[in-house]
């Protein structure tokens, strides 16, 4: 039997000494170690020790639209677009998928139900979802079931809101696969033809439609394209975010017209509709007194009720596109839906355009005054006294607020939800007497309510 060898400790401490290389633990080797590697791996990762050449590790973030004269490379790049959006609309839910959807998750109900709704538990959630298939992959999420989870003592959802939740997705993939194909340049913009062109296809698939004739088409698109543009590009870029399309309410009022039995008051207030179209036409047509398709200052004083004052009328004729000193149709309408949107941002922003006559960004006392004297002179021809206009500012910037007490800004009048009452009463003699006379129209209003007697107009103005 061998002897156990006994370990040498001498050569042991040499060991030992000969490793700590001039007096360093191997706590502290192995630190050194470590960062010597950090610092190798990350300069690979940066690019190598040449700083000189680090541009190359930069990832590739623009490309080059292929020139009018490549014909090869514009090609190559609609086929693929074509490509990629077919294979997108390939992944969407048809019909039937849908509906096979609808029978699972009816199958797949948990009582009790909620008044007349059916619902759905998280554990049949699931299941529903290994049994709709792939496409439907992206719906069965905890994120989702959270987000339409809302007071049911069991921790249910309403099965009806989330099928509606899938269809509202699918239905925004589909248009915006369908937009995205008349985006020529491919950078997720529609410019005004594209859209123009959009818009004209889809006319003969909206049965609300159906009565319109052709010739009126482009001055319906016109009309329509006009929307998208005043609201969506305040800037007036010329192109709006196919995005910014999908996210606004216009895209579903103008595909409220493929409601066969669309109510007389919904198609009134939709601005897509052909009633609303043929009405902001004809007032154009009755405005153009000469009949040369065009709108002077003095035909278009008439618009309305006829009460906005001239000086208004001078600065829009100053500051908005004319033709020879003559509006044309396409720049009527932003002066109507800027009129008839006067809450809106975009409208206040129009307007607010016009009053402010040396560009500053604000409202001073002088441009209150200078706008607001318009008004006292059409009161005088009503023979009526004057209203002070001291009055009339104190109450302008009591209403609005804004932060510096001498200047009113476009985003003070946003901010103070008054805007539209501050315009109205600088540029329309009639907003003005409605303003002043808001608690006699409050009380007539109550009056009529009772006796069906109706409420006042500008018509009583001599009698206030």
């Known amino acids: 039997m061998a002897t156990e060898q006994r370990p040498n400790w001498a050569d042991i401490l040499k060991r030992r000494l000969?490793?700590?290389?001039?007096?360093?633990?191997?706590?502290?080797?192995?630190?050194?170690?470590?960062?010597?590697?950090?610092?190798?791996?990350?300069?690979?990762?940066?690019?190598?020790?040449?700083?000189?050449?680090?541009?190359?590790?930069?990832?590739?973030?623009?490309?080059?639209?292929?020139?009018?004269?490549?014909?090869?490379?514009?090609?190559?790049?609609?086929?693929?677009?074509?490509?990629?959006?077919?294979?997108?609309?390939?992944?969407?839910?048809?019909?039937?998928?849908?509906?096979?959807?609808?029978?699972?998750?009816?199958?797949?109900?948990?009582?009790?139900?909620?008044?007349e709704e059916a619902m759905i538990?998280?554990?049949?959630?699931?299941?529903?979802?290994?049994?709709?298939?792939?496409?439907?992959?992206?719906?069965?999420?905890?994120?989702?079931?959270?987000?339409?989870?809302?007071?049911?003592?069991?921790?249910?959802?309403?099965?009806?809101?989330?099928?509606?939740?899938?269809?509202?997705?699918?239905?925004?993939?589909?248009?915006?696969?369908?937009?995205?194909?008349?985006?020529?340049?491919?950078?997720?913009?529609?410019?005004?033809?594209?859209?123009?062109?959009?818009?004209?296809?889809?006319?003969?698939?909206?049965?609300?439609?159906?009565?319109?004739?052709?010739?009126?088409?482009?001055?319906y698109v016109c009309t329509a394209v006009r929307k998208f543009f005043f609201f969506l590009d305040p800037l007036r870029t010329g192109k709006i975010k196919i995005q910014d399309i999908l996210a606004c309410s216009f895209l579903d009022d103008l595909l409220e017209l493929r409601d066969e039995e669309l109510s007389k008051e919904s198609q009134e207030s939709n601005w897509f509709s052909a009633p609303s179209a043929l009405r902001v036409y004809g007032q154009y047509l009755n405005l153009d007194k000469d009949h040369n398709g065009m709108l002077s200052k003095e035909e278009l004083s008439r618009y309305g009720t006829a009460t906005l004052t001239s000086v208004f009328l001078d600065r829009v004729f100053q500051e908005c596109l004319t033709y020879e000193g003559e509006m044309d149709y396409k720049t009527y309408l932003d002066f109507v839906l800027a009129l008839e949107n006067r809450k809106e941002p975009a409208a206040l922003q129009y307007i607010f355009k016009l009053l402010d006559m040396?560009?500053?960004?604000?409202?001073?006392?002088?441009?209150?005054?200078?706008?607001?004297?318009?008004?006292?002179?059409?009161?005088?021809?009503?023979?009526?006294?004057?209203?002070?206009?001291?009055?009339?500012?104190?109450?302008?910037?009591?209403?609005?607020?804004?932060?510096?007490?001498?200047?009113?800004?476009?985003?003070?009048?946003?901010?103070?939800?008054?805007?539209d009452t501050v315009v109205s009463i600088l540029i329309d003699l009639n907003g003005f007497w409605t303003y002043e006379n808001r608690e006699v129209l409050v009380a007539n209003d109550s009056d009529s309510g009772s006796s069906g007697v109706g409420g006042s107009s500008m018509a009583d103005f001599d009698d206030t």
């Not at 294979?87 to 609808?102: C, G, I, P, V």
């Not at 925004?172 to 005004?192: C, F, K, M, N, P």
């Not at 008004?375 to 607020?401: A, C, N, R, T, Y």
């Open 358 to 419: 040396e560009n500053q960004g604000h409202l001073n006392v002088f441009s209150l005054n200078y706008f607001f004297r318009a008004i006292q002179e059409q009161i005088k021809l009503h023979g009526q006294e004057p209203v002070s206009f001291q009055d009339v500012k104190d109450e302008i910037f009591d209403m609005v607020k804004p932060k510096d007490p001498y200047k009113i800004t476009l985003q003070d009048l946003v901010n103070s939800c008054q805007g």
């Open 121 to 219: 538990n998280y554990e049949a959630y699931l299941q529903v979802g290994e049994k709709a298939g792939s496409k439907c992959k992206k719906f069965f999420t905890a994120r989702v079931y959270a987000k339409l989870l809302h007071s049911d003592p069991y921790g249910r959802i309403s099965i009806m809101q989330f099928f509606n939740y899938v269809m509202r997705k699918v239905w925004l993939h589909q248009t915006r696969i369908g937009l995205s194909l008349y985006d020529v340049a491919g950078q997720g913009y529609l410019r005004e033809s594209d859209l123009e062109n959009y818009i004209l296809e889809l006319i003969p698939t909206l049965p609300q439609l159906d009565g319109l004739e052709k010739s009126f088409y482009s001055f």
């Open 18 to 115: 000969a490793n700590s290389k001039g007096g360093k633990t191997i706590e502290e080797e192995k630190k050194s170690e470590e960062t010597e590697l950090f610092s190798k791996y990350y300069t690979e990762w940066k690019g190598g020790s040449d700083s000189g050449n680090s541009y190359k590790t930069i990832p590739r973030f623009y490309y080059r639209l292929p020139a009018e004269d490549e014909v090869l490379l514009q090609k190559l790049r609609e086929e693929s677009r074509a490509v990629f959006l077919q294979r997108k609309s390939r992944e969407l839910l048809d019909n039937e998928e849908l509906q096979n959807l609808w029978f699972l998750l009816d199958k797949h109900q948990v009582p009790p139900l909620t008044g």
